[in-house]
């Protein structure tokens, strides 16, 4: 029988904010003897970005086609804490507890099709003369983007185009295109709803091939070998297209809506991986012209803006009442302190749905790999919000009924126990 791994966390998914600290405990369980230099528990977070590209080249009069690799790595986190020393680990059950704290600038954990932000939660047994007996477990782990705390993106936005048919002497007045969002921020499971106000000037021309709005995700992948290059992939979150006439010498007023669906948060701040958004605004002006655009950068968080509630009554309830001192000196918030989320229940998690292509990880071999995690974010219905749970010590951590008994205290950080003792259902890895 194999070697089995059971992976245990303090919460019912292995998704964590930057900032916290992941608690839990590994349950080793080994039918026979093996002889280890070492046994650790490793976590790792880190980026990678790699993409290839076609050259061509001439040598002695003839064309030669080669392929330039382009690459970055970036760590966050990498800790190792060794449990077993070198010798001989007999058959039998282990429990190993971890404690780990995440920094606050850890980013958001993403896959894309030229790179990914992943972290690894692994137990290694590190062995003489074999493959050394890996087991992991991907988590999610969340850069908190409080929108709360950036109030400028309570302003509405409002961009407008003008478009002109034909050049003077022969123009005939332009369309004016205004487009107006409430606000410059959301959270995923929130609908962004929209305004064009369309005005059309022109004498001598009617649009009648309707208006397209789109919602954009722009990944910037920067890769630092054998030298400094950018490359962008975009991808289509959502998408709105209405049917509508608007005549030569008048006036149009078109409303709509799009939904968020579970994506990263906006992260611009100066890793090899980064990701915006924008709101992109087609008016089809017929085939012997171009078409009219707007395009609105909106700014996606963790946590929604208060103001933003789908229920108006939510956001009287979040907004603070009275100034509120600083309870330290050298305080940033003075009377701009964050709202209170107390009563409302945590958002739920879910996969993000619209990953453009998935990164291979051709840096680790296939026995270690972890190819088809996708990461989980926050979705926001009734306007719930992100709270983190309360870690009660007395509590034991997540398991099932055919785990240990919820009377028992948490194992120490190193103990075997009977053979006969079942193995706590969850997470599960096993090796010969």
């Not at 590209?53 to 030669?64: A, D, F, V």
């Not at 590190?126 to 890996?134: G, Q």
């Not at 509405?156 to 185009?161: A, C, G, N, Q, Y």
């Not at 017929?286 to 655009?293: F, I, V």
Request: hydrophobic residues 30%; proline residues 9%.
């Amino acid at each position: 029988m194999p070697s089995t791994c059971v992976f245990e966390f303090d919460r019912p998914q292995p998704i964590y904010y930057s900032g916290e600290t992941i608690n839990g405990r590994i349950q080793l369980t080994t039918t026979s003897e093996k002889t280890v230099r070492a046994l650790y528990i490793l976590f790792e977070g880190e980026a990678k970005v790699r993409w290839k590209e076609s050259r061509s080249r001439s040598r002695n009069g003839k064309t030669e086609h080669y392929t330039k690799y382009f690459r970055a790595n970036e760590t966050y986190l990498n800790t190792r804490t060794h449990v077993h020393g070198e010798g001989a680990l007999q058959p039998g059950t282990y429990t190993y507890t971890f404690n780990i704290p995440l920094p606050l600038e850890c980013p958001t954990s993403c896959v894309e099709k030229y790179g990914k932000i992943a972290y690894e939660l692994s137990l290694v047994l590190d062995r003489p003369y074999r493959f050394d007996n890996v087991f992991k477990q991907p988590l999610t782990v969340l850069h908190q983007v409080n929108l709360n705390m950036q109030p400028q993106l309570l302003i509405p936005i409002k961009s407008e185009d003008i478009k002109y048919f034909c050049c003077w002497p022969c123009s005939s007045g332009p369309v004016l295109s205004t487009l107006i969002i409430l606000f410059g921020g959301y959270a995923p499971g929130q609908t962004i709803k929209y305004k064009l106000e369309i005005d059309n000037q022109s004498t001598g021309y009617d649009l009648e091939d309707g208006v397209e709005l789109k919602l954009i995700q722009v990944y910037n992948f920067v890769a630092h070998t054998p030298h400094n290059k950018t490359r962008y992939h975009s991808n289509t979150l959502a998408r709105t297209t209405q049917g509508m006439q608007c005549l030569r010498l008048s006036k149009r007023l078109v409303e709509g809506e799009l939904l968020i669906p579970p994506v990263p948060p906006t992260l611009e701040m100066g890793y090899i991986i980064g990701v915006r958004y924008e709101i992109k605004m087609s008016i089809d002006t017929g085939a012997c012209h171009t078409d009219s655009e707007i395009k609105v950068p909106i700014t996606i968080g963790t946590v929604p803006l208060a103001q933003s509630a789908t229920n108006p009554q939510n956001a009287i309830d979040l907004l603070p009442t009275a100034p509120v001192e600083p309870e330290t000196p050298g305080s940033p918030f003075g009377s701009d302190v964050p709202p209170n989320y107390d009563k409302f229940k945590p958002p739920s998690f879910e996969e993000a749905t619209s990953i453009g292509g998935k990164f291979i990880d051709r840096d680790v071999d296939e026995r270690n790999r972890n190819d088809e995690f996708i990461p989980k974010y926050p979705m926001y219905t009734n306007f719930a919000v992100a709270t983190a749970p309360t870690l009660d010590d007395s509590a034991p951590l997540l398991q099932t009924p055919n785990s240990w008994d919820s009377t028992n205290t948490p194992s120490p950080p190193y103990t075997r126990e009977n053979l006969e003792t079942q193995p706590a259902a969850g997470t599960v890895g096993t090796v010969e």
